[in-house]
């Protein structure tokens, strides 16, 4: 892969919490690194999930190596797509986020 491949721009967001008008902690979202990417499509699947049919998607985006970057956070791309693995190629060169996107139908 050649840095020229990366053509997509894509954000990282970790889980954060914020204070509502109570005081009351609430889990939200922050960005953390915008970074550009390549995208690879997997596959597709349906299913049910609580009695409501949910479709998943598996997407593969490949990025510049950033060791802080964990399963814990999610990319923002035109929808959100949790982070399930994470690999490094070539020795801290790229990083390939093996991701998921569920839409309920």
Request: hydrophobic share 35%; aromatic share 12%; proline share 2%.
């Amino acid at each position: 892969m050649q840095l020229g491949d990366l053509d997509r721009r894509v954000v990282i967001e970790k889980p954060t919490n914020t204070a509502d008008a109570y005081g009351q902690k609430v889990p939200t979202w922050a960005t953390h690194r915008t970074v550009w990417a390549r995208i690879a499509y997997e596959n597709g699947d349906e299913g049910y999930e609580a009695d409501q049919k949910v479709a998943t998607r598996v997407v593969k985006f490949f990025v510049r190596y950033d060791s802080t970057i964990t399963e814990k956070m999610r990319v923002n791309y035109n929808g959100y797509y949790d982070i399930l693995a994470i690999e490094e190629i070539g020795r801290g060169r790229y990083l390939v986020l093996r991701t998921q996107k569920k839409d309920s139908q």
